[in-house]
């Protein structure tokens, strides 16, 4: 039986600051800790190319469906929702994509949902046939049926559903939130390159989803003392709807700027808050965003192992994905790594070893972002912790072979998942050198400018993106002739 919430703060509130008592900060290195993980901030970040390839695979997205439904009253719109509306993703994030028909009064049932998802399919086996796309699925069992594809040309997995407005919603309110102060921003995208790296942020492996994550960064900043973010009730005043919440965010930029706490402190005090609270998730401890607190939620007794509440449907459990045994595998990579960066802080842990530890994969192939090291002639025999899992594996980027059951197609059939990083566009000064003139332009292309959406700022550099067209790698096709032949993806630019 779950407790009331009022108690649960109070046990909440005491186990953190036990925890913050056994898992002293040690200061000397917390400024070297906080360049690190501003680096890695600032190494991952996506590049204008990467935006301008997903908002080319939106619009060629509804390409397909008008393709599908040619333009009458029914013919729907494809919207893009997820991180990187949320403008938390890095190049090798998927794009998540709703189908939306325009009647938003009417409800759309689940059948409907999945016939519209596999007429989508129908066309994709094409591309595929055509080596345009890879790796089709469609998943009609899932709670939200999708359609998962990978574009060749850009090596972008591309998760479609249907009606997804809820999510879409979400993914504003992220955003705007996120203008609020920028350590939101910040964290959010590096506890999600820690989960990932550690093979815990995947509600199909029954992980943490990145909805999950980020809502446990918003609440670990509400609940700051002084705050940095305010309760979302504030901002929802108005309603929910995107509109009226930019005209309530509008009012708190800049809320948290009392609180004068340095990314690595935030990030090391969001490990202690989860660790400290480990044992509360089965007496019914929930994160709220809507209240901006701990309080307590049975979910019409059904058992969650861990609990953070949907700030705009707070029925609902965002986390409820997570299971027993992967909940254990949360917590040893949450105690391994904090246990690391104290090791770190103690001066007994160098700086590209803590990299790997927390990132992995992610910025294995960085160059070391910080040009100094603190621990040079410094004792550094102390051991690392020990780490109970091995770090995620390289993705299918590298060159891995295997097969993809393409649903309808009745077989299994061979791919080469190293084609899919082969047709990616670079930006100017990364291009081989008989491609590029002698003042660092593409010779004889245009240049494209970055776009904005209603939800998007400027990009993070306003530099132009030089593309070119690789002979042997790229088709000829313009996104024009694509559309009138049929082969849409491949080649995004006209």
């Known amino acids: 039986m779950a407790l009331s919430g009022k108690v649960l703060q109070k046990k909440a509130k005491k186990l ?13 290195h917390l400024s070297d800790l906080d360049e690190l993980l501003n680096d890695i901030f600032v190494s991952c970040l996506p590049k204008l190319i990467d935006y301008d390839h997903r908002r080319d695979l939106v619009r060629i997205f509804n390409a397909i469906a008008k393709e599908i439904y040619g333009n009458s009253d029914e013919s729907p719109v494809v919207e893009a929702f997820g991180s990187f509306v949320m403008d938390i993703f890095c190049a090798g994030s998927d794009i998540d994509l ?6 938003m009064a009417v409800e759309i049932s689940r059948q409907k949902r999945i016939e519209t998802l596999k007429k989508f399919a129908k066309k994709f086996q094409t591309l595929q046939r055509g080596g345009h796309v890879a790796c089709l699925q469609t998943i009609t069992t899932a709670r939200v049926p999708v359609v998962k594809v990978i574009d060749c040309g850009t090596g972008i997995e591309c998760d479609l559903s249907v009606e997804n407005r809820d999510g879409i ?7 705007m939130v996120s203008m609020i102060d920028e350590r939101f921003r910040k964290l959010s995208f590096l506890v999600k390159a820690w989960a990932k790296a550690h093979s815990i942020n995947s509600s199909k492996d029954r992980t943490l989803n990145s909805l999950s994550l980020v809502s446990l960064v918003a609440f670990h900043l509400q609940t700051r003392d002084p705050p940095i973010l305010p309760p979302f009730s504030a901002l929802f005043k108005d309603g929910t709807d995107p509109g009226s919440v930019a005209r309530n965010v509008h009012n708190y930029l800049d809320y948290g700027k009392k609180n004068k706490e340095s990314l690595a402190e935030l990030f090391i005090t969001l490990l202690i808050k989860l660790e400290s609270v480990e044992t509360l998730w089965k007496e019914g401890l929930c994160a709220s965003l809507y209240e901006g607190s701990w309080t307590s939620k049975s979910w019409d007794s059904e058992f969650n192992f861990i609990s953070v509440e949907d700030f705009s449907e707070r029925s609902q459990n965002v986390a409820r994905a997570v299971g027993g045994q992967e909940v254990k595998k949360i917590y040893e990579r949450v105690q391994y790594s904090l246990g690391c960066l104290l090791t770190f802080l103690g001066g007994r842990l160098q700086q590209p070893t803590l990299r790997d530890i927390l990132f992995g994969d992610a910025v294995s192939t960085l160059p070391d972002v910080c040009t100094r090291n603190p621990m040079d002639g410094e004792n550094t025999a102390s051991p690392v912790p020990s780490n109970p899992r091995p770090m995620k594996k390289q993705r299918i980027m590298e060159g891995q072979k295997g097969q993809q059951f393409v649903e309808g197609s009745g077989r299994k059939q061979n791919y080469d998942a190293s084609r899919l990083g082969n047709n990616l566009c670079h930006s100017a000064g990364t291009l081989p050198s008989d491609i590029q003139g ?7 292309q245009p240049i494209i400018y970055p776009q904005t959406s209603p939800w998007f700022g400027a990009p993070h550099s306003q530099d132009p993106i030089f593309l070119n067209q690789y002979p042997g790698q790229f088709n ?19």
């Open 98 to 103: 709703s189908v939306n028909f325009s009647n």
């Open 16 to 28: 953190e600051l036990r925890g913050l008592q056994k898992n002293k900060i040690n200061p000397t």
């Open 438 to 444: 002698s003042d660092g332009h593409l010779q004889n």
């Open 169 to 175: 919603a979400k993914s504003q309110i992220v955003h």
């Open 476 to 494: 000829s096709f313009s996104l024009q002739d694509l559309i009138i032949s049929g082969l849409l993806l491949g080649s995004f630019y006209p």
